[in-house]
């Protein structure tokens, strides 16, 4: 006889999405909600702006904080599903006194959580080339993943692992665009592999909508590869604006912060190997870099240097 679970239709079922009102948990919760899923979005403010905007697109709004594994395990109760994400050191939007040390806390915490209430399906965002681990030096931020990677296999739990590359949005903010300039620590005629964050969000739906197929997998995700200079090339044509591209010298990206040197140095030299097409079989409709542009990329853009000229 089938179980009540095994009977269950994906719109019976509950996904709790952690960081829900971050760039990727927004994505997953926009892409479960249109799914037909039942989505509890955690976070720490429930009143603000982004928690009130999942509000109204139907989504259930928990507090919940990733340092208190207690409030994780009573926002996660009689869930199905739970899609975890951390913020990561040194990213656009990661507040400075923010460690290694700590997104590997607030992931163990997630996953202990995910394990005491019994979730059916666990899905985690990490990053591309964190199983390299053991082979090189890793930048911390892909050691972090890791870490948190490996505390979900010795728990157990039935787990989908995505690891996608550098995210497009990256540069649409003041972490790359100043002074008139797209400007980063990356080797101007260097590929680099990137993707959009709604992709992530619709491939992490899928494996939740697929858990036969998803569970136990570790897959890798990129959307597109081209140089920074196309890059910038690809923003100006995109806005009609003058755009050139600026190295920062690694140097003084290292005065600053050597860690943050040294991930920079791993781009350029090593960095992301993430199969592109294998990534457009698992969700054909991945984004390439103007794509993403004509879509949402443009437009946010010209929002961050409309509010910087104003300011």
Not at 121 to 136: G, K, M, N, Y
Not at 147 to 153: L, P, S
Not at 291 to 306: K, V, Y
């Amino acid at each position: 006889m089938d179980t009540v679970e095994e009977n269950m239709k994906p719109t019976q079922k509950t996904v709790v999405v952690v960081g829900a009102t971050g760039l990727q948990g927004r994505a997953v919760t926009r892409h479960l909600l249109r799914d037909g899923w039942e989505v509890r979005a955690v976070t720490r403010d429930p009143n603000g702006a982004r928690a009130t905007a999942l509000a109204q697109a139907g989504a259930r709004v928990v507090r919940a904080q990733m340092e208190d594994v207690d409030s994780l395990a009573a926002a996660a109760e009689g869930a199905w599903g739970l899609f975890s994400v951390q913020p990561t050191i040194g990213s656009p939007g990661t507040a400075p006194e923010f460690t290694a040390e700590d997104e590997v806390r607030w992931g163990v915490n997630v996953a202990e959580a995910a394990h005491t209430v019994g979730i059916g399906h666990f899905v985690f965002t990490s990053v591309a080339e964190a199983d390299r681990h053991l082979e090189e030096k890793l930048p911390v931020n892909l050691v972090s993943k890791w870490r948190i990677e490996r505390h979900i296999a010795a728990l157990g739990l039935p787990a989908t692992i995505l690891r996608p590359v550098s995210f497009m949005e990256n540069f649409t903010g003041g972490y790359a665009l100043r002074n008139g300039s797209l400007s980063t620590g990356l080797a101007p005629e260097v590929p680099q592999q990137i993707m959009a964050v709604d992709d992530v969000g619709a491939v992490a739906a899928l494996a939740f909508s697929r858990p036969e197929e998803w569970i136990g997998r570790e897959v890798s995700l990129a959307g597109d590869e081209l140089t920074p200079v196309r890059i910038a090339e690809a923003i100006e044509k995109a806005l009609g604006i003058p755009l050139p591209y600026v190295q920062v010298p690694i140097e003084a990206i290292r005065s600053l912060s050597e860690d943050f040197a040294y991930a920079n140095e791993w781009l350029n030299t090593l960095g992301y190997r993430a199969d592109i097409p294998a990534t457009r079989r698992i969700h054909p409709g991945t984004m390439d870099l103007d794509t993403w542009l004509e879509r949402t990329g443009a437009s946010l853009i010209s929002a961050f240097l409309d509010s910087a000229h104003r300011v």
